[in-house]
Antibody, heavy 120, light 112 residues
Framework: EVQLVESGGGLVQPGGSLRLSCAAS????????MDWVRQAPGKGLLWVSR????????RYADSVKGRFTISRDNAKNTLYLQMNSLRAEDTAVYYC?????????????WGQGTTVTVSS | QSVLTQPPSVSGAPGQRVTISCTGS?????????VHWYQQIPGTAPKLLIY???NRPSGVPTRFSGSKSGTSASLGITGLQAEDEADYYC????????????FGGGTKLTVL
């Protein structure tokens, strides 16, 4: 079964840090581009970050650049998102998603999401 | 405010056809970037519905179709069913954004 399982969410104070993980199974993780997408309460989807299949290329939304770092361990089939200097506006459900590592494809595998709440 | 504009809501009766638009510009859809569509039932993760403008992943009913022309794309749903009530998002790429990947604001489909 194709599956992504996120973990690491929780309640954190403004200025704090969290590390999200996303464990993949049932597909060739090392050939997939992986993304983090977030959804604030009652809002739409917002793309956060992408990493290519071997981890050599990363991209970030302006709102998180310099604060968040995406990485992956293909030996462990796991994607990460290190989130530093967290702000209230980072409060959201964070989804990991993946797409085959070639143009023309959408994000065809999604996790169930993990909730991050930034509040004092 | 996304660079891809979708109507906040659309509605239709069971059996009818609805379309959801996704309007962009010359730096995204008009630049030739592919458009993908996702369905999100409240409380669940998004699901890929259409990829590469008009292709359906395995398992997606043929009632769903996608098209693209100029700086816009559309999602069509025929034979509306109650289970189609969900939020729908378009996704593409924008050369003016540092991160490049962008979602539309989303459209809530209500089946009357």
């Amino acid at each position: 079964e194709v599956q992504l399982v996120e973990s690491g969410g929780g309640l954190v104070q403004p200025g704090g840090s969290l590390r999200l993980s996303c464990a993949a199974s049932g597909f060739t993780f090392s050939s997939y581009w992986m993304d983090w997408v977030r959804q604030a309460p009652g809002k739409g989807l917002l793309w956060v970050s992408r990493i290519n299949s071997d981890g050599s290329i990363t991209r970030y939304a302006d709102s998180v650049k310099g604060r968040f770092t995406i990485s992956r361990d293909n030996a462990k089939n796991t994607l990460y998102l290190q989130m530093n200097s967290l702000r209230a506006e980072d409060t959201a459900v964070y989804y990991c998603a993946g797409q085959p590592g070639r143009p023309g494809w959408g994000m065809d595998v999604w996790g169930q999401g993990t909730t991050v709440t930034v509040s004092s | 405010q996304s660079v891809l504009t979708q109507p906040p809501s659309v509605s239709g009766a069971p059996g009818q056809r609805v379309t959801i638009s996704c309007t962009g510009s010359s730096s995204n859809i008009g630049a030739g970037y592919d458009v993908h569509w996702y369905q999100q039932i409240p409380g669940t993760a998004p699901k890929l519905l259409i990829y590469g403008n008009s292709n359906r992943p395995s398992g997606v009913p043929t009632r769903f179709s996608g098209s693209k022309s100029g700086t816009s794309a559309s999602l069509g749903i025929t034979g509306l069913q109650a289970e189609d009530e969900a939020d729908y998002y378009c996704q593409s790429y924008d050369s003016s954004l540092s991160g490049n990947v962008v979602f539309g604001g989303g459209t809530k489909l209500t089946v009357l």
